[in-house]
């Protein structure tokens, strides 16, 4: 379908040429003085892949009182408008995945049913529109649920929070993205996304505070981003009183070297000589409490200033709900004191007061009940016997749905192996 638009133009409105330029243009005319239309394009119009407004520059030589002037083209072309002086369009974005074009014809009626006309080709490339994403999203105290659409439903593509700490690190998006793909590269396809994604929650923030929700595309063979990084900033709720409490114990510790004597299969587990240990938290939930954020101190930090203290455990602290797996912290045996920190969180994602205990590991503590670990083992590896499993790098002590900041990718300093 052709779409035709026309102007009225005043006798007085005259643009200089010459007629080769009109001949050029597809004017056919005998009358030297008759009316001629100038076109302002050289060549081929080049139209935007993307689509979008566009316009160029057209004149009457010997314009005619009463005339008037029409333009024509294909109705991918979009809404075309004829002003005194140009040719207005908006031409539709070029999704056919092949390049395509129109010839845009200038009609000018003037006298008793006399026309000249001009023809302009107009060419679009086919585009490769731009990954993108809409994000919906519902902050908590402590998390944000997120409904995330991309613009290409059958891509794959990266979604968690960030904090400021990387651009205060002086990061790029492009960094970040690089980080973020070096880190989770080798189980990336096990953390993409694609199509709408909606309940995507990510945990592990503060109360009161700003964050940014991220997604980019991903190709998860090679594990590079294939789109910019979209992003939108939100800000946690904040936190009401609650008498939400967590403990904790880490009565349960073995050497690494026992259970691989005990199965040759844990000796995989020894990633670090310096903490050929491995200790499970257990804990425990009173007065509402439905989560817990923690974090092993190095030292014997119960002195510290207590509002730091807090802050800093729930800034870098772990997030694990009731009826989880114990988690399992590589620690060394008669080493410094360590300091452990919990903080109960109840159904609406308030604090409550902080749980904090010195733990020491002695070797004459250590648990010969072997069988005992391979119920921690089996329930934190998803289930099922697997004393072949080699660990993941440290980076799975913060898993993909909770806030992502940039110290995270420095280590911490007292590794945490957890599902």
Known sequence: ?????????????????????????????????????????????????????????????????????????????????????????????NESGADRSTI?????????????TAQVNAIQSAWDRPLTFDFELTPTVNSVIMNITPSDLEADYFVTVIDDSFYEAGYTDEQIMDQILNTYGPYLSQYALSGVTNGYEVTGMQPATEYIAIAFGVDVNSATATSEMSKET????????????????????????????????????LQDPSNPVLAAVDFEYTNGAESCVYILWIGDVTSSDQTELYDATLAQGDQTFEGDPAPLFYVAFDSEPTTLCVIGVDADGNYGDMFMEVVTFTESGKSTNYALFDEYYADLTGGGYAPAFAPRANYVEREVSTLLSAKDFAGKASPVYSK
């Open 1 to 93: 379908m052709k779409k035709t638009l026309l102007l009225f133009l005043a006798g007085a409105f005259v643009l200089a040429g010459c007629d080769k330029n009109n001949e050029e243009n597809g004017v056919e005319t005998t009358d030297p003085n008759a009316p001629k239309i100038e076109v302002g394009v050289t060549g081929n119009l080049i139209v935007l892949p993307e689509g979008g407004e566009q316009s160029f520059t057209y004149g009457i030589v010997n314009p005619v009182e009463g005339g008037k002037m029409l333009a024509s083209a294909d109705e991918w072309l979009g809404e075309i408008t004829v002003t005194e002086d140009a040719v207005v369009f908006s031409a539709e974005p």
């Open 234 to 269: 939100f800000t946690t709720l904040e936190s009401q009183p609650t008498d939400a409490y967590a403990t904790a114990s880490m009565d349960n510790y073995w050497a690494i070297e026992d259970l691989a004597t005990y199965n040759a299969g844990y000796g995989s587990l």
């Open 104 to 116: 845009i014809t200038l009609t000018y009626e003037y006298g008793d049913a006399q026309t000249v």
